[in-house]
């Protein structure tokens, strides 16, 4: 009887990411192989990268060499974003044998059987790397897998992005807008509720943009729409969406299912015209702030998060408070915040006046104590109240066994005594600490 190979993977990045990455898995898993522990030795170590920051590009490199370290037998494979931009400084790291891109990934367990049979130790790095600029359809990687929770799963229905704005590199890693047909993806969120999920999130590089590639010339609103009348699917989340996508027709869709989460990730990216306009992101601070008021009217108890980015090229200290001021009066339940970063290829880098690193961490530190002192101003609003939590998972917190979910608007939920994961039960929420509201 053969040994049964044996495939661990790591995952940096978004959700559209992680997704693919437990997909990538369910791939290998049906091919007859084990999965393992990334700190484990295994047979085969695959570094699912990231490359939206430099950050992002250190992290991938750092763990594609401490996979070498775990087992220097090993074949180490480098695949997404990362992969894709930078196939030439990857082929570089010693120790890296596969180099396979985003829009290659679908055929990579035969890519890599196939290497393991026909190479040799010392050949050439394998590089399965497309032209993701003519990409034109939408590649599924696998429908259910196993390795997600049956509680929440995510739901890829589109890629690509082809929006361009000044700083981001995504669009090139990418590529163009391909959407999902709705037929496929209705079948996914049917099969993902007949597995047990209680909610789905719907993702993707430029999820607003879904259909817009389609000759039906489907909508993401209506899309949504289809999917909020499955039967038995209890909650329906929406991924981040662009500001100017956040239509009239969605709010109506969302208005009229209530199993649809009010919940909106609209990214803001910079709270100051001049630089939203260098960002070349399209909308202005009076555009955004028309369109919070107009969801917080249609639609009760919503929580709105988003992105805000500080040190963008040219953004002075006056620039900065006053987007500050902006984040501040648009009360967001949360705030990712993150510095710039150059990307290579992108129009930012060769923008007059870029910000020092030592602004960009002080401005980001301001940020993040707003960011704080915001998400708990709108938890603290739920104390008292009763409110449905879907049970996740379990943490060790205050010296005790804690279950973990989330509120339909996302507020995360910890509450002490026996639960039972997957299910949605109505508590009372009593405090907040910790990032958490406790029942």
Known sequence: MPVQKTVALYTLGCKVNQEEGAAILGLFETAGWQVADFEDKADLYIINTCTVTHLADRKSRQMLRRARRNNPNAIVLATGCYAQVAKEKIAQIEGVNMIIGTDDRANIVNLVENYLHECKNGQKTFMQVSDVAKATEFVAINTVNPHQSRTRANLKIED???QFCSYCIIPYARGPVRSNPPEQVLLQAQALVKEGFKEIVLTGIHTGAYGTDLADKVNFAGLVKRLACIEGLERLRLG????LEVTDELLKVVQGHTNICPHFHIPLQAGQDDILKAMRRNYTTAYYRSLLTKIRYIIPNVAITTDIMVGFPGETEAMFQSGL??????????????PYSVREGTLAVSLPNQVGTKQKTARAAALG???IASEKAFAENYIGQTIKVL???????????????????????AVCGEHKLGTI???MLKSWQDGYLYA
């Open 369 to 371: 104590s707003l960011a």
């Open 160 to 162: 690509g992005c082809n």
């Open 325 to 338: 001021a902006f984040a501040k009066e648009m009360a967001f339940a949360k705030m990712h915040v993150f």
């Open 425 to 427: 039960e109505e508590v």
């Open 240 to 243: 981040s969406i662009e500001p």
């Open 391 to 413: 049970w996740e998972q379990t943490e060790k917190k205050q010296g005790g066994l804690y279950y973990v979910g989330h509120t339909p608007n996302y507020l995360p939920v």
